[in-house]
């Protein structure tokens, strides 16, 4: 038995990962087109407006509209869809911040459910049960490129005549039923900040195949105004989110690698499944049979102390590191985070929904604690390696089982 990398062992993964940001001459001929155009704002330019059309077709929406970032993305979905001060959106509580301040952005109160202990993912039961006369949408984060249940969800929205918003930030070209995911409700929305699956280091995205939606978005992201009026024209609140011509130009030549990637990501996952499946300790997320393509923004493990003699979550992280296996940080729930726990997210709301009591704040959420704290993620560009590369972690994460009492108590092996 090798002794453990962390207690002066051997590395157990020995070949580098592929690097991220993958780049060639296809961004540096487009951003050299973009500079000597002196064309780089997008309003004149063409750049951006040729992604968001090529990004939007290859997701099977009619529209896209490429803002500044992932998270003004989900404000100019709120902005669009009309919701505001005295209005509720069911999120998950396994989550970024983003998917809730931008509800508290526009005034509305978000209001957190649990997510399911197989995928991660918003749990549609406690969605519907969740649903009030307040209720306008549900925004359903694809956990780590993995679809929250859109059959469900989406029926759920239907009856109860509310929006349904897919915050897509990990899951750009992932599948449900063959179709790619961001068209399932009233629209998608996508990240591209530097770890996501494409990127210009920052930037997003809304698609959508509601033509009034697209055109509040496209009015709410350029200071109010509305396509074809004058240019001093403002007719509705808007904000600058406009996405420059620099990385419009960045994220059409990103594009055209993402369908590989996402399959190449998709198989790698899947022979990790089984096996990462075999090790005692550990159980990977769930892949439903719906998803017949997963973006893989993270590769997500549950990883059980107790079956590795009390170590913590934490320690195993420590570990995998040490054996030359990356790591990303999972997300906290949102209901423990300072600005929830300190009331402060009250002084976004108005009215008597700023001072009555919010009682799913002091819920449990075992399912998102699990999640949280006893999970770990390997980043996605671990993933666009070859088959040696998934080999190597899984002897490397066996490596760490087999040596679980040691690092337990944190002792070196004779």
């Known amino acids: 038995m090798s002794q453990l990398a962390l207690l002066g062992g051997p590395k157990a993964k020995k070949k580098p990962f592929p690097e991220w940001p993958m780049y060639d001459d296809k961004e540096r001929r487009a951003l050299m087109e ?53 209005d509720e959106v069911i999120v998950p509580d396994f989550t970024f911040i983003a998917t809730a301040s931008a509800v508290l952005f526009v005034g509305a109160l978000p209001v957190m459910v649990d997510v399911r202990r197989d995928t991660f993912c918003i ?23 993995h679809p929250a249940d859109l059959d469900r969800l989406s029926e759920i929205a239907s009856r109860h005549n509310v929006a349904l918003v897919e915050d897509s930030s990990h899951a750009h070209g992932t599948e449900w039923r063959g179709r790619r995911i961001g068209t399932f409700g009233s629209a998608g929305t996508f990240s591209f900040q530097s770890s996501k699956l494409m990127t210009a280091g920052e930037g997003g995205i809304v698609i959508t195949n509601h033509d009034q939606v697209e055109r509040l978005a496209r009015s709410v992201h350029d200071c109010g105004r509305m396509p074809g009026e004058w240019f001093y024209s403002h007719f509705i609140y808007g904000s600058n989110y406009r996405l420059s011509e620099w990385q419009g130009a960045v994220l059409s030549a990103q ?39 997963n973006g893989q923004y993270a590769y997500i493990f549950h990883v059980d102390g107790k079956a590795l003699g009390g170590t913590s979550t934490t320690r195993f992280i420590e570990a995998m590191n040490a054996e030359g296996i990356p790591n990303q940080a999972s997300y906290p729930p949102l209901h423990d985070l300072d600005v929830f726990k300190s009331n402060t997210y009250r002084c976004k709301l108005t009215g008597t929904q700023a001072e009555e009591d919010h009682p799913f704040l002091r819920q449990a ?16 560009p671990a993933l666009l390696g070859d088959e040696e590369d998934m080999h190597e972690i899984a002897a490397g994460l066996a490596k760490i089982q087999e040596n679980a009492r040691q690092l337990a108590v944190g002792v070196r092996s004779a």
């Open 34 to 86: 973009v500079l000597e155009s002196r064309v780089w704002w997008r309003t004149p330019g063409t750049k951006t407006l040729e992604f968001e059309r090529a990004f939007a077709k290859f997701h099977g929406a009619k529209h896209g509209v490429a803002v500044t970032n992932g998270t003004a993305a989900l404000e100019v979905v709120m902005a669009a869809l009309n919701i505001g001060p005295g």
């Open 123 to 145: 749990d549609p039961e406690l969605v519907e049960a969740a649903i009030t006369p307040r209720t306008k949408a549900i925004i359903a984060v694809h956990m780590g490129g």
């Open 255 to 293: 594009l055209t690698r993402l369908d590989a990637q996402t399959a190449h990501r998709h198989k790698n996952a899947r022979l990790l499944d089984k096996l990462l499946g075999q090790i005692p300790s550990i159980t990977p997320q769930k892949c439903d049979e719906r998803c017949t393509r």
């Open 365 to 380: 959420f075992p399912e998102t604690q699990h999640a949280a704290w006893e999970t770990v993620w390997i980043p996605q």
